[in-house]
């Protein structure tokens, strides 16, 4: 069966459902979440998406992120994406939330009313290499300068998001 996303309105209220990829084609707004992960140091956890990836392979993005399934609360999901992401889980809080669209590759709209997630965690990553090519931990002041010197190395909802999240 294919994964289908929440179709939800300005507001974020859902009115349907609709398959993932089909979504993504035709630009409709669905719910999303992104996780933000930070160590005790401060430094920001960085997945490189792995190339095979359905859009934007092989850029730099927040730790993980990814669609609630219909029904499925937005909190649970992103535990969910964490571990099958990242190998590993934390706690995490609701930072924000903001909606964005914007043209993508392959064809494809990312047009998401997504909940920014944060969390703390100190211990080891195992990414599941079928997502991730690759990850890092970065500074703040690093990431920041590397965003705005080669914004084309990092996804777009990461660049639109990073400044609110850093703040």
């Given amino acids: 069966m294919k994964e289908q996303v929440t179709l939800v309105n ?11 990829m089909q979504t993504h084609q035709e630009g ?13 140091k401060g430094e920001v956890l960085l997945q490189q998406r792995a ?13 993980a992120c990814g669609h609630p399934r219909p029904g499925e609360e937005t909190l649970a999901a992103a535990h969910r994406r964490l571990q099958e992401e990242m190998g590993f889980d934390c706690e995490l809080q609701e930072l924000l939330q903001f ?6 590759d ?16 100190d211990g080891q990553v195992h990414p599941n290499l079928e997502e991730v ?6 500074d703040k002041q690093t990431l920041l300068r590397e965003v705005k010197r080669y914004p084309e190395r990092y996804t ?3 660049r639109i998001v990073l400044p609110r999240t850093l703040s």
């Avoid at 190339?51 to 730790?63: D, E, P, T």
């Avoid at 392959?106 to 944060?118: A, F, G, M, Q």
């Fill in 133 to 138: 090519e690759d990850f890092e931990w970065v």
């Fill in 51 to 63: 190339k095979s990836k359905y859009h934007s392979g092989g850029l730099w993005s927040n730790a």
């Fill in 10 to 20: 300005e507001q974020d209220q859902p009115i349907g459902e609709g398959e993932k």
């Fill in 106 to 121: 392959h064809d494809l709209w990312e047009h998401e009313y997504d909940h920014v997630c944060k969390g703390k965690y």
């Fill in 156 to 158: 777009e909802w990461f």
């Fill in 28 to 40: 409709k707004l669905h719910r999303s979440f992104s996780i933000f992960i930070f160590n005790s």
């Fill in 99 to 104: 909606t964005y669209k914007v043209k993508l």
